[in-house]
T-cell receptor, first 114, second 117 residues
Framework: GNSVTQMEGPVTLSEEAFLTINCTYT??????LFWYVQYPGEGLQLLLK?????DKGSNKGFEATYRKETTSFHLEKGSVQVSDSAVYFC?????????????FGKGTTLSVSS | GAVVSQHPSRVICKSGTSVKIECRSL??????MFWYRQFPKKSLMLMAT?????????EQGVEKDKFLINHASLTLSTLTVTSAHPEDSSFYIC?????????????FGQGTRLTVV
């Protein structure tokens, strides 16, 4: 079946530190991969996406590369800010009975201190 | 990005009553809508996928008679929790997509915090 596994949090970093949040997936076929972010008190927002192998998604300094050989889509940022504190969800879009659906990982809470 | 409006944001109801949650796509036509349930410190669990004009497809373990989903138009889907019980208390989130293309992102509502007392 389709599933997403991401590292458990919370991740606590100081401002300007390097961030990596690991994400691996299991899927039939060729899914699209996404990172969503949920800021405190807000809904989920798309952070970045990649639709095929070796694609790199990037936004707001965050990057993730679709690695088919390792079935991974790790999220990275070179220098985090306090405003990056949020919950990050890795997700894949794959076929289900009704067409396609987003399947999420459990989320990783990031806390950045100044 | 596109806007998905979910209403109400919070609701408290008595055990045994029914609650309806609305999800509207405000500036696009949503061919597909999804309903998720988010448990504390846990991920979003997909409950059902709804394509406009057809019956919702429920994930394994989700009671279709308890969680009634209607997607009668391209901009509105509703989730009705029937005969709610305290264990149904949770955060429910809807999501809408303008296409069935798996590469197209989905947009999310703000969520509804349901508390059953």
């Amino acid at each position: 079946g389709n599933s997403v596994t991401q590292m458990e949090g919370p991740v606590t970093l100081s401002e300007e530190a390097f961030l990596t949040i690991n994400c691996t997936y299991t899927a039939t076929g060729y899914p699209s991969l996404f990172w969503y972010v949920q800021y405190p008190g807000e809904g989920l927002q798309l952070l970045l996406k990649a639709t095929k192998a070796d694609d790199k998604g990037s936004n707001k300094g965050f990057e993730a590369t679709y690695r088919k050989e390792t079935t991974s889509f790790h999220l990275e940022k070179g220098s985090v800010q306090v405003s990056d504190s949020a919950v990050y969800f890795c997700a894949l879009s794959a076929q289900n009975q009704a067409g396609t659906a987003l399947i999420f990982g459990k989320g990783t809470t990031l806390s950045v201190s100044s | 990005g596109a806007v998905v409006s979910q209403h109400p944001s919070r609701v408290i109801c008595k055990s045994g009553t029914s609650v309806k949650i609305e999800c509207r796509s405000l500036d696009f036509q949503a061919t597909t809508m999804f309903w998720y349930r988010q448990f504390p410190k846990k991920s979003l669990m997909l409950m059902a996928t709804s394509n406009e004009g057809s019956k919702a497809t429920y994930e394994q373990g989700v009671e279709k008679d308890k969680f009634l989903i209607n997607h009668a138009s391209l901009t509105l889907s509703t989730l009705t929790v029937t005969s709610a019980h305290p264990e149904d208390s949770s955060f429910y989130i809807c999501s809408a997509r303008a296409s069935m293309d798996r590469a197209i992102e989905a947009f999310f509502g703000q969520g509804t915090r349901l508390t059953v007392v």
